[in-house]
């Protein structure tokens, strides 16, 4: 193989994460010879660093802290959580960060993984620059599929790249537990890793510029939220920005804008993520390197009839589920274009248009207690000119409740749109409400009518009669 050589496929995916494989996928299973290009390791950000490790770091966080709330089961786990076993459980679900099996499945689906450094050079032209130099040039006859993610943004403050601070990605992969450690930021990745670190056994102090935490679902959420760590021993201040950061003989040092001074081992900032487009040559296209890429519903980037962005990159959603959700539409998509066929004659499922994007994206939360939500919040819908109305229940007016937890404590809302009479929102805060969050899924992508709601009967004595209750709260007010 030589360092010029140039190799035409009808489909070249940039990005081999959840996405990148998934369009890979859908578009190998129409036939399509598929390249998909990989810097780092197959199976992306979600796989080693984000979705996958956190959720292996918390699953015993979070078992531990139901147990505790069992009655005869609470006094055997009171003692500390076996971090090295935690860590180790971890490592496992990252395969030590090896991507040997994700590698097998790419070859299994009869996808070429080409690794390097994968760059446009023109329209319908990634350039693949291994880590020896040596150079190929992928042509597409159909299309190019950009799927490389997002990476984590730093506050400009003096003197941070000294201080060597966490991203996600190291608070994800971390092989000790940090005696104290300081989290910036409010959000998903913030509530989650303080979550799971001061189980583990961190004094953690978390700093939020914000009013609360997780300020993008309903304020409830947040507030129990903050509620739990606080009683878990974390230190949560809202209102409060740094100042400065430095290291001194080892120990970050953190100013507020408050006058704290605040010592620790390591200081995570979770404050946002930028796409992973500055370097992949948008420039040769006419477009704005590291901008996010907007598309239409079939994931296709206007003004080209070749390109699409898919997942975080485009800034629709920024959640592994979407991300696969698009891939999907986009695998296909691709497929129809390619056969000559109109998408819309193809296309019996509404396939090839990406609608749960705009009113029904769900997501979880997996803190102690569980958020999920799925759709608007009740400002989002009033935002958007909606004439709705909040329905609010205490998650332990369903029966299961108590059954699941002593003191089991959580709120549910459901935003009934009262011109339609079908929901535009639902929120759970609790225990184990993560997989409650997928019928409401189905209510709001389905669009199914309060009417039609009443006569899904939830299983008595589980968790989800919480639906009786907001049903019979909307009905009864």
Not at 64 to 77: E, F, I, T
Not at 95 to 102: L, P, R, T, V
Not at 183 to 195: K, L, N, P, R
């Amino acid at each position: 193989m030589t360092e010029t050589e140039t190799i035409a496929y009808d489909v070249v995916v940039l990005g081999a994460g959840p996405v990148g494989e998934n369009v890979a996928d859908r578009t190998r299973a129409a036939g399509l010879s598929t390249a998909v290009v990989e810097s780092e390791l197959v199976g992306g950000e979600c796989s080693y660093w984000a979705c996958i490790p956190s959720k292996a770091l918390l699953r015993p966080v979070i078992a531990r802290a139901d147990a505790r709330r069992v009655p005869g089961l609470r006094q055997s786990v009171q003692g500390p959580l076996d971090a090295e076993a935690v860590l180790a459980h971890r490592n496992y679900y990252t395969s030590d960060w090896h991507d040997d099996g994700a590698a097998l499945w790419l070859d299994s689906i009869g996808a070429d993984l080409h690794r390097g450094h994968g760059r446009l050079t023109g329209p319908r032209t990634v350039t693949v620059t291994a880590s020896d130099g040596g150079r190929k040039v992928l042509t597409a006859r159909h299309a190019v599929a950009v799927c490389t993610g997002t990476d984590a943004v730093l506050p400009d403050l003096p003197g941070l790249a000294e201080v060597k601070p966490w991203t996600s990605r190291n608070a994800t992969s971390a092989q000790a537990v940090p005696g104290r450690l300081v989290v910036v930021g409010g959000g998903v990745v913030a509530t989650e890793m303080a979550t799971a670190w001061q189980a583990l056994g961190s004094q953690v102090t978390v700093l939020v510029r914000g009013k609360g935490l997780l300020n993008r679902m309903e304020p409830f959420a947040g507030e129990l939220v903050a509620e739990a760590l606080t009683e878990a021993g974390a230190d949560v201040r809202t209102g409060t920005s740094v100042e400065s950061v430095a290291r001194e003989n080892g120990t970050v040092v953190v100013v507020t804008d408050q006058g704290d001074r605040i010592e620790a081992d390591e200081i995570l900032f979770a404050t946002g993520r930028r796409p992973k487009t500055g370097d992949i040559g948008l420039d040769t296209i006419g477009l704005e390197p590291g901008s996010w890429l907007p598309v239409d519903d079939s994931l296709r980037v206007p003004g080209s009839d070749w390109l699409y962005a898919v997942g975080d990159v485009n800034h629709r959603a920024l959640l592994t589920h979407q991300g696969k959700y698009q891939a999907r539409i986009a695998g296909a998509a691709i497929a129809a274009r390619a056969s000559g066929v109109p998408l819309l004659e193809s296309d019996p499922w509404g396939a090839h248009a990406a609608t749960a994007d705009h009113h029904a994206v769900p997501q979880v939360v997996f803190t102690d207690p569980e958020a999920a939500a799925v759709g608007l919040s009740l400002a989002e819908a009033e935002q958007a000119g909606y004439r709705v109305r909040a329905v609010d229940v205490e998650m332990s007016s369903a029966s299961g409740a108590g059954l699941y937890a002593d003191g089991y404590r959580g709120r549910a809302r459901m935003v009934v749109d009262l011109n339609e009479e079908i929901l535009r929102g639902v929120t759970f805060v609790g225990p184990g409400v993560g997989e409650l969050i997928h019928s409401a899924t189905i209510a709001v992508a389905g669009q199914v009518p309060i009417a039609r709601l009443w006569h899904a009967v939830p299983s008595f004595p589980t968790i989800s009669e919480v639906w009786l209750r907001l049903l019979e709260a909307y009905r009864d007010n």
